[in-house]
């Protein structure tokens, strides 16, 4: 699964850039790397959270 950042995103969403010291910080699941993303409590916002499907026991509906 991939995450990013929606065109109508209202607060920050950081993606991990590769040749930042904060690279530490972000926690990753198998081998990607989860973005950090701002939300004040009570509000909401948007990104995109991609999918790839590459079995046969899942069906994309």
Do not use: C, R
């Amino acid at each position: 699964m991939v995450f990013e950042k929606h065109t109508d995103t209202q607060y920050a969403f950081d993606q991990v850039a590769y040749n930042k010291e904060l690279t530490s910080d972000y926690k990753k699941v198998g081998d990607a790397f989860v973005p950090f993303k701002a939300v004040p409590n009570g509000l909401t916002d948007k990104l995109w959270a991609k999918v790839t499907l590459t079995g046969t026991d899942v069906i994309a509906d």
